[in-house]
Structure formats: C-alpha cells, structure tokens
C-alpha cells in the first residue's frame, strides 16, 4: 500500500514539475470598478431574507437565495411563496432584473397565485 502512495505522489510531483505545467499561464482581466456606484448597492446578505410585495404593496414572498448563471452573465431570485410558518412552501425563480429594488422590494405584477403557479425550484444536489 505504502508502494502505491509513493507511485502517485510521484506521478503528482512529475506532472506539477514537467514543462507543459511551467508552460500554463493564467491571465485575469482586471476593470477598474467606480466604487461610489458599487458601493450605493444591495448586499447579498441584506436582500436574503426580505419581503417581496406587488404593485398594490401586498406581501407575496420572501427572497431565499440569490443565484448567477454558470456564465455569470444572469442573476436570479430564489423566492420563497406560500406556506403558513414555514410549511408548505415553494420555491419559484424569477429573473433579479424583474424586481424594483428602494425602500421596499417590488415585483410589479406580481401575485401569490402566479408565482404559485411557476415551476418549483429546487436546488441542485452537488
């Protein structure tokens, strides 16, 4: 057994060591970001958790989660609808572009039944 850890931590330090290893190069592109603009905006861990109300002001669910596309390119809201003290309820997705952000968090045209009505979401298991 003690043969076959030496093998691979040798085949590890032979391949970290080769030249094609050396040869990989990783670039990041860094932007210059205008942290005023950045720093007016809704941190992930304020908006989790929050109340979500329609057009008329009427409670119709709660943020649980936020998600980014794999791209990076999309964001999403995981909500929380339905249910009476934690039973029962559905998690719905809409896009985060779709909701109004201020003093109160507004998806415009929004009801309890319509979200109801969206495809239940649940969370990828790796």
């Known amino acids: ?11 590890i330090a032979a391949v970290l060591s080769s ?4 040869a990989v190069k990783q670039t990041v592109e860094l932007a210059k970001v205008d942290i005023s603009q950045v720093s007016a905006g809704y941190r992930a861990s304020k908006v989790i958790g929050s109340t979500v109300v329609n057009d ?3 409670s119709i669910g709660a943020i649980d989660d936020l998600l980014v596309s794999p791209d990076g390119k999309a964001t999403y809201v995981v909500l929380s609808v339905g249910g009476f003290l934690g039973m029962g309820k559905k998690l719905v997705v809409v896009p985060y572009s779709s909701l109004q952000l201020g003093d109160k968090i507004v998806l415009p045209g929004g009801s309890k039944d319509g979200l109801s009505n969206l495809p239940e979401f649940k969370y990828a298991t790796k």
């Open 56 to 58: 008329a002001g009427e």
């Open 1 to 11: 057994m003690k043969t076959s850890v030496g093998i691979g931590a040798a085949l």
């Open 19 to 22: 030249p094609a290893a050396a």
